[in-house]
């Protein structure tokens, strides 16, 4: 059977960023343990229903998974071995805020088979960080580096954000260029996205924070990442990711490529050999399906198989080296050209797209206006 890869959600947070929308709750990490068991009775039930499958990949995200104990990452990790079968060589990552680590308890991840350190550190800035709520300062960040690399973490990602209020683009160049000298293996790069609701929205509504940069100076923090990476012997492979040869997120090109995940948690997503399905994203909710020990498994129900497919290609192409066609074809029964033959055949014609091999993939050109490429496919 396919290997599988596992997310498991850590909902707790110091306080909450003002641009965050994702399911955590901030202030609440004394209920660690109670939430840990109620994850580990999910996991019993899915190892139970699923089977003891083999598992690639493990992404413990957040929320911050770094307001765990030592002890309790290695009991998590323990409960994950005994349910299912976690390959020697797995990719087993941590989501890391620098201010809640310390020497100690990155020894203590380390050793629990935690092997890739992926730290938020969205910029060096002081005032930029203080401006996005961020509860670290640049100093933390740099130390938080290294003490990652003392506890013996090889591989580490580092999360950058750039389009931040009243940022310019020399502002990002220095960020990028410092967190470049810091020698990660990988970086993200993501422009902020101003969800609705956030604390962020409101106060850019209000007039109460710098504006955000315009359309020009994004373009041109995008060109800044793209050359200041390549330079520094990063390659690009996903829209918002670079990594060093040999270092990119085998876990996030499972996402990109369409591979089968379970989540576990509080908002967990899963997608289980065709079953797509997700977990309450509230608090009571969750730890109520979890005890009823009948966890969810088929919320969402089954997809169409032209969502499946338009997935397929969406989040595909969203990595440079494209989708597998041969792939796509013996999982839907035809190829990509013979689902979408006017729009691929003109993409192809005029250099939005290319193939190489068995890979169908969008060229730079392509990947400029890539949601306009999207929408056609849709
Ligand atoms: S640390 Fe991450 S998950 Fe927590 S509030 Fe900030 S952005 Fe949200």
């Given at each position: 059977?396919?290997?599988?890869?596992?997310y498991?959600?850590?909902?707790?947070?110091?306080?909450?960023?003002?641009?965050?929308?994702?399911?955590?709750?901030?202030?609440?990490?004394?209920?660690?343990?109670?939430?840990?068991?109620?994850v580990?009775?999910?996991?019993?039930?899915?190892?139970?229903f699923?089977?003891r499958?083999?598992?690639?990949?493990?992404?413990?995200?957040?929320?911050t998974?770094?307001?765990?104990?030592?002890?309790?990452?290695?009991?998590?990790?323990?409960?994950?071995?005994?349910?299912?079968?976690?390959?020697?060589?797995a990719?087993?990552t941590?989501?890391?805020?620098?201010g809640?680590v310390?020497?100690?308890?990155?020894?203590?991840?380390?050793?629990?088979?935690?092997?890739?350190?992926?730290?938020?550190?969205q910029s060096?800035?002081?005032?930029?960080?203080a401006?996005i709520?961020?509860?670290?300062t640049?100093a933390?960040?740099r130390?938080?580096?290294?003490l990652a690399r003392?506890?013996?973490?090889?591989?580490l990602?580092?999360?950058?954000?750039?389009?931040?209020?009243g940022q310019?683009?020399?502002q990002?160049a220095?960020?990028l260029s410092?967190?470049?000298?810091l020698?990660?293996?990988?970086?993200?790069?993501?422009?902020?996205?101003?969800?609705e609701?956030?604390?962020?929205?409101?106060q850019?509504?209000?007039?109460?924070?710098?504006?955000?940069?315009d359309?020009?100076?994004l373009?041109?923090?995008?060109?800044?990442?793209e050359r200041l990476?390549?330079c520094?012997?990063?390659?690009?492979?996903?829209v918002s990711?670079y990594?060093r040869?040999?270092?990119?997120?085998?876990?996030?090109i499972?996402?990109?490529?369409c591979?089968p995940?379970?989540?576990?948690?509080c908002?967990?997503?899963?997608?289980?050999?065709?079953?797509?399905f997700?977990?309450?994203?509230?608090?009571?909710?969750?730890?109520?399906m979890?005890?009823?020990?009948?966890p969810?498994?088929?919320?969402e129900?089954?997809?169409?198989?032209?969502?499946?497919?338009?997935?397929?290609?969406?989040?595909?192409?969203?990595m440079?080296?494209?989708?597998d066609?041969?792939r796509?074809a013996r999982?839907?029964g035809?190829?990509?050209e013979?689902v979408?033959?006017?729009?691929i055949?003109r993409?192809?014609?005029?250099?939005?797209?290319?193939?190489?091999?068995?890979?169908?993939r969008?060229?730079e050109r392509?990947?400029?206006?890539?949601?306009?490429?999207l929408v056609?496919?849709?």
């Amino acid at each position: 059977m396919q290997p599988i890869s596992i997310y498991i959600h850590i909902p707790f947070c110091v306080r909450k960023c003002a641009y965050c929308d994702f399911t955590s709750f901030p202030g609440r990490s004394a209920q660690m343990e109670t939430y840990l068991s109620a994850v580990c009775r999910e996991m019993r039930a899915q190892a139970a229903f699923f089977g003891r499958r083999q598992v690639s990949t493990v992404f413990i995200g957040g929320g911050t998974p770094t307001l765990m104990s030592g002890g309790q990452a290695q009991r998590l990790l323990d409960a994950l071995r005994a349910c299912f079968d976690v390959a020697p060589d797995a990719e087993i990552t941590m989501e890391g805020n620098p201010g809640t680590v310390t020497a100690q308890s990155l020894a203590a991840y380390r050793a629990a088979g935690v092997n890739r350190l992926s730290l938020g550190v969205q910029s060096l800035d002081d005032g930029l960080l203080a401006a996005i709520g961020r509860i670290h300062t640049a100093a933390q960040a740099r130390e938080a580096v290294r003490l990652a690399r003392a506890a013996g973490f090889e591989n580490l990602n580092l999360d950058l954000m750039f389009g931040l209020p009243g940022q310019s683009a020399a502002q990002w160049a220095q960020t990028l260029s410092e967190a470049i000298a810091l020698a990660p293996e990988h970086l993200s790069c993501y422009s902020l996205i101003v969800e609705e609701g956030t604390p962020l929205s409101e106060q850019l509504e209000a007039g109460a924070c710098a504006a955000l940069p315009d359309e020009d100076e994004l373009g041109c923090m995008d060109e800044l990442t793209e050359r200041l990476t390549a330079c520094a012997g990063f390659a690009r492979y996903e829209v918002s990711n670079y990594a060093r040869p040999g270092f990119e997120c085998r876990h996030n090109i499972v996402y990109w490529a369409c591979e089968p995940y379970l989540g576990l948690g509080c908002a967990a997503h899963s997608d289980m050999d065709g079953r797509r399905f997700y977990n309450p994203s509230d608090w009571a909710g969750y730890l109520r399906m979890a005890e009823s020990g009948s966890p969810a498994r088929d919320a969402e129900g089954e997809n169409t198989r032209q969502d499946r497919m338009f997935e397929r290609m969406m989040m595909g192409l969203r990595m440079v080296r494209g989708v597998d066609c041969a792939r796509f074809a013996r999982d839907f029964g035809e190829a990509p050209e013979d689902v979408w033959p006017g729009v691929i055949a003109r993409d192809l014609r005029v250099g939005l797209m290319e193939r190489d091999g068995d890979f169908l993939r969008l060229t730079e050109r392509g990947m400029q206006v890539m949601n306009s490429v999207l929408v056609e496919l849709l």
